[in-house]
T-cell receptor, first 115, second 112 residues
Framework: QKEVEQNSGPLSVPEGAIASLNCTYS??????FFWYRQYSGKSPELIMS????GDKEDGRFTAQLNKASQYVSLLIRDSQPSDSATYLC???????????????FGTGTRLQVTL | DGGITQSPKYLFRKEGQNVTLSCEQN?????MYWYRQDPGQGLRLIYY???????QKGDIAEGYSVSREKKESFPLTVTSAQKNPTAFYLC???????????FGSGTRLTVV
């Protein structure tokens, strides 16, 4: 069973601070990693994707991947109240010839940005 | 605009009834997926389909059934065998080579 672990939170940060969200995964064969943001009652929306070790930056968001440690993180700089949501880590393992790749999701970390 | 349409948005089911959740996409994607989300939880895979007339069980398929007779449509039936069906159901699709999924807006199913 492939597993993705996240701290459920809530993680509370003041407006303007950096929020750091973490995720670990169990399958070393995992190839693609995604961060989704989900507002209450809504469907997830893709924030970041990362495929190779290191950092990937997009605006206020930075994804970090360390395959040796099986660890992926998301940093949100200059956090805003509108960033308050649940952040889901998802891991994709393309199993082999004829096997559809499919995402395994963590339980999500609830982020609260306070004024 | 291309996208995924799930209907209905809210659905109420009596004990012992089967209900079918609709998922239609006009993105011409081959792969489609059904996930279930319980309060405070992540998404768990119910069924997925790579191509028409083919589908595979996910991690929690018991009590559910699907069909894939058309590329655009991937309906999910929640049967009476599913003992705890109250949840938020999400349909998604994906084209090989694309970064990630396109999600529908979800159906919230409640047993009354």
């Amino acid at each position: 069973q492939k597993e993705v672990e996240q701290n459920s939170g809530p993680l509370s940060v003041p407006e303007g601070a950096i929020a750091s969200l973490n995720c670990t995964y169990s399958d070393r064969g995992s190839q693609s990693f995604f961060w989704y943001r989900q507002y209450s009652g809504k469907s997830p929306e893709l924030i970041m994707s990362i495929y190779s070790n290191g950092d990937k930056e997009d605006g206020r968001f930075t994804a970090q991947l360390n395959k040796a440690s099986q660890y992926v993180s998301l940093l949100i700089r200059d956090s805003q109240p509108s960033d308050s949501a649940t952040y889901l880590c998802a891991v994709d393992w393309a199993g082999g010839t004829g096997t559809a790749s499919k995402l395994t999701f963590g339980t999500g970390t609830r982020l609260q940005v306070t004024l | 605009d291309g996208g995924i349409t799930q209907s209905p948005k809210y659905l109420f089911r009596k004990e012992g009834q089967n209900v079918t959740l609709s998922c239609e996409q006009n993105l011409n994607h081959d792969a489609m997926y059904w996930y279930r989300q319980d309060p405070g939880q992540g998404l768990r895979l119910i069924y997925y389909s790579q191509i028409v007339n083919d589908f595979q069980k996910g991690d929690i398929a018991e009590g559910y059934s699907v069909s894939r007779e058309k590329k655009e449509s991937f309906p999910l039936t929640v049967t009476s065998a599913q003992k705890n069906p109250t949840a938020f159901y999400l349909c998604a699709s994906r084209e090989p080579g694309e970064e990630s999924y396109t999600f529908g807006s979800g159906t919230r199913l409640t047993v009354v």
